[in-house]
C-alpha cells in the first residue's frame, strides 16, 4: 500500500470518529521543573485537596482550516494537573495527605495534619491557531487556579490566584506534505504542559515563601 492510499484511509478513519462525537484525546504529560530538586522541604504534614471540578477538567476544541482540515480534541488537563500537584507538594513538604474532601478539624487532629492545602480552578482558556501561510500552529493555555493555604485550625495562611500562560509551537512535516496533520492535527498538548509546568511550580515558590510563617502555626 503506497503512503497516499495509507493516508487517506487513514483520514477516513479519523473523520468517521469525529462523526461519531468522540474525538481526539491530546496525550498531555508535564513534567516538574527541575528546581524543585534543590528545594529543602517544609518538615511538616500538609493535606491536599484539589477541587473535583479542576481535577476532573477536560475541554473540548473544534478547529477546522484548509490545512488542518476538521479536527474534534479532548484536552484530559484536570487528571495530569492534580498529579503534579500533588508530586510537588511530595517534595515541598515533608509528608502528604492527599485529601478527597475538605476536612474538619476533627478530621485534621486525627490524621495529625499540620497545614491543608486547597486548589481549585479559576479559568482555563485554549487558544488555537493556524497560520496557513507559513504553515505553522500555535497552541495556547490560559490557565488559572486559586490557592489557599490553612492551618490546622482552618484559619487562612494565605489565598492566592495564580495565572500563567503556556505556549507551544508546531510546524509543518514537509516531508508528508501536511498529511500528518491532516490525520492527527497539529501539537497543541505541548501548550497545556507548558502552562500546568508553569503554575505548579509557582505554587510551588508561593508556598516556600511562606515557610517561616508555616513552620511557626
Known amino acids: 500500500m503506497n503512503k497516499k492510499a495509507l493516508l487517506i484511509i487513514l483520514l477516513f478513519l479519523f473523520v468517521a470518529g469525529c462523526a461519531n462525537?468522540?474525538?481526539?484525546?491530546?496525550?498531555?504529560?508535564?513534567?516538574?521543573?527541575?528546581?524543585?530538586?534543590?528545594?529543602?522541604?517544609?518538615?511538616?504534614?500538609?493535606?491536599?485537596?484539589?477541587?473535583?471540578?479542576?481535577?476532573?477538567?477536560?475541554?473540548?476544541?473544534?478547529?477546522?482550516?484548509?490545512?488542518?482540515?476538521?479536527?474534534?480534541?479532548?484536552?484530559?488537563?484536570?487528571?495530569?494537573?492534580?498529579?503534579?500537584?500533588?508530586?510537588?507538594?511530595?517534595?515541598?513538604?515533608?509528608?502528604?495527605?492527599?485529601?478527597?474532601?475538605?476536612?474538619?478539624?476533627?478530621?485534621?487532629?486525627?490524621?495529625g495534619i499540620e497545614a491543608v492545602l486547597t486548589v481549585q480552578l479559576k479559568e482555563s482558556k485554549l487558544e488555537l491557531i493556524v497560520e496557513e501561510s507559513v504553515w505553522r500552529a500555535i497552541g495556547k493555555h490560559y490557565l488559572a487556579i486559586q490557592a489557599s493555604l490553612l492551618d490546622k485550625n482552618l484559619n487562612k495562611i494565605f489565598e492566592d490566584e495564580l495565572t500563567v500562560e503556556g505556549k507551544n509551537l508546531d510546524l509543518i512535516d514537509y516531508h508528508t506534505e501536511g498529511g500528518w496533520w491532516k490525520?492527527?492535527?497539529?501539537?497543541?498538548?505541548?501548550?497545556?504542559?507548558?502552562?500546568?509546568?508553569?503554575?505548579?511550580?509557582?505554587?510551588?515558590?508561593?508556598?516556600?515563601?511562606?515557610?517561616?510563617?508555616?513552620?511557626n502555626k
Request: hydrophobic share 40%.
Open 21 to 111: 462525537g468522540r474525538g481526539m484525546k491530546v496525550p498531555i504529560k508535564p513534567t516538574l521543573d527541575k528546581r524543585l530538586k534543590e528545594v529543602q522541604s517544609i518538615p511538616i504534614h500538609g493535606g491536599i485537596f484539589i477541587e473535583p471540578s479542576l481535577r476532573h477538567l477536560s475541554q473540548e476544541e473544534w478547529q477546522t482550516s484548509m490545512i488542518v482540515g476538521i479536527h474534534h480534541y479532548v484536552f484530559p488537563i484536570g487528571a495530569p494537573l492534580a498529579k503534579n500537584i500533588e508530586e510537588m507538594a511530595r517534595m515541598v513538604f515533608s509528608k502528604v495527605t492527599v485529601l478527597n474532601e475538605l476536612p474538619s478539624r476533627e478530621m485534621i487532629e486525627k490524621a
Open 183 to 215: 490525520v492527527a492535527g497539529p501539537k497543541y498538548g505541548p501548550a497545556v504542559e507548558d502552562s500546568i509546568e508553569k503554575v505548579v511550580f509557582k505554587l510551588a515558590q508561593r508556598l516556600i515563601s511562606y515557610r517561616g510563617k508555616i513552620v
